[in-house]
């Protein structure tokens, strides 16, 4: 994994190449309630170290347009002061924790700082940036008409969450809980590429085995066709015939003969004429 924190140019320009991609796709969404999507870059300054003034020129560009698409950018950083006035000028909220001012370069960072949020007559913004404990913030952001909100000190709800394994219940009920759990809780047994090209080797296997078998069955049908039609031509042959009545007639003749029937009876005829 590239360690992008050595390579501040590789960051930035990822982050503008991605900011840019999302611009040309997503189709344009106007002013929504909410974004369709969000994203948080942690530690921004390294986007914005040793970049380039044209780098920074487009990163502006992107960041004034893509609110259009529904795509909201969200930058964290330590210190406000890491990202140029010209990128922050359009970010429409901001929440800044408290900083503590160990120099005297600490101090004139932090009246910086204050300087970037609306004028109140309520705060010491400068006193009570250094003055903020856990959980505290100043907050401002754009009302419906796009107007900046005064500046508020408020107390940040804490995260409701822990640093642990969800349970097996935790995890079912978020589950339940999503807008997509209705389409993706349907378990569907996809064929895979492999159980498809099984499938139709084993169909070619059937059929090669029925062409085989229809192959061998037309082959016997033959060969019974030619047995039986030799059986028929030689049955119908005249000298088989003329063969066979003559067998028949000898045979009767002998019948006749050893039953004192045929010959003798004629003799006897023929003598008594004389």
């Known amino acids: 994994v590239t360690e992008l ?4 140019k590789l960051f930035s320009t990822f982050m503008l190449q991605l900011l840019a991609e999302l611009y040309a796709s997503l189709p ?11 994203l948080f870059i942690d530690e921004a300054h390294l986007i914005f170290n040793d970049a380039t003034e044209v780098l920074l020129q487009q990163i502006e560009t992107v960041m004034k347009l893509i609110r259009s698409k529904g795509v909201g950018v969200y930058f964290c950083t330590q210190n406000p002061m890491d990202i140029p006035s010209a990128v922050l000028s359009q970010l429409g909220m901001k929440v800044q924790h408290a900083l503590r001012a160990f120099t005297a370069a600490d101090r ?13 007559e309520f ?32 107390m940040m709800a804490p995260p409701q969450s822990r640093m642990d394994v969800l349970t097996d219940d935790e995890v079912n009920t978020i589950v339940r809980q999503s807008k997509i759990a209705t389409k993706y809780n349907e378990v569907v047994d996809s064929q895979s590429a492999y159980e498809i090209l099984n499938q139709k080797i084993t169909l070619a296997q059937q059929r090669t085995e029925e062409i085989k078998q229809m192959e061998t069955a037309a082959k016997e049908e033959k060969k019974v066709a030619k047995r039986e039609e030799k059986e028929t031509s030689w049955m119908d042959n005249p000298m088989v015939k003329s063969a066979g009545r003559t067998a028949a007639t000898m045979l009767t003749r002998s019948l006749l003969g050893v039953l004192g029937l045929g010959g003798s009876t004629r003799r006897r005829r023929s003598g008594g004429l004389f």
């Open 5 to 8: 924190q050595d390579r501040p």
């Open 28 to 38: 344009e969404e106007g002013d929504l309630e909410q974004p369709k999507l969000v």
């Open 108 to 120: 004139k960072t932090i009246k910086q700082a204050a300087e970037n949020y609306p004028e109140t």
């Open 123 to 154: 705060y010491d913004t400068d006193a009570l940036l250094t003055q903020l404990g856990i959980g505290e913030a100043l907050v401002t952001l754009l009302n419906e008409k796009g107007i900046p909100t005064p500046l508020v000190h408020t």
